[in-house]
């Protein structure tokens, strides 16, 4: 079983940045790959961005291609979500994801999920 637990949502200024960080329960948390999900008011929950167990492979959702950045540190079982340049389009809650089967772009093969943060970005 592994427990993830957000931090880091808020309100924002469209241009400006934020740092997720997404804490995670359980010795096998370098085993995973770990990803954040958003979804926006209406809309379905969509893929932003994975990096595998180890950490040395990273995707990207092209909406947030050169302005956000994934990162992980096993030593402290945490995943981070670096954005920058923020837009009013990134508002949406952000959602942690964990996977024991590598990185997955689709909601359907995740295995356990956080509770989510809000990220709310002002024009």
């Known amino acids: 079983q592994v427990q993830l637990v957000e931090s880091g949502g808020g309100l924002v200024q469209a241009g400006g940045s934020l740092r997720l960080s997404c804490a995670a329960s359980?010795?096998?948390?370098?085993?995973?790959?770990m990803g954040w999900f958003r979804q926006a008011p209406g809309k379905e929950r969509e893929f932003v961005a994975a990096?595998?167990?180890?950490?040395?492979?990273?995707r990207y959702a092209d909406s947030v291609k050169g302005r956000f950045t994934i990162s992980k540190d096993n030593a402290k079982n945490t995943v981070y979500l670096q954005m920058n340049s923020l837009k009013s389009e990134d508002t949406a809650i952000y959602y942690c994801?964990?996977?024991?089967?590598?990185?997955?772009?689709?909601?359907?093969?995740?295995?356990?999920w956080g509770q989510g943060t809000q990220v709310t970005v002002s024009s």
């Open positions: 994801a964990a996977n024991a089967g590598g990185i997955s772009t689709s909601r359907a093969k995740i295995d356990y």
């Open positions: 359980g010795r096998t948390f370098s085993s995973y790959a």
């Open positions: 990096i595998t167990g180890g950490g040395g492979n990273t």
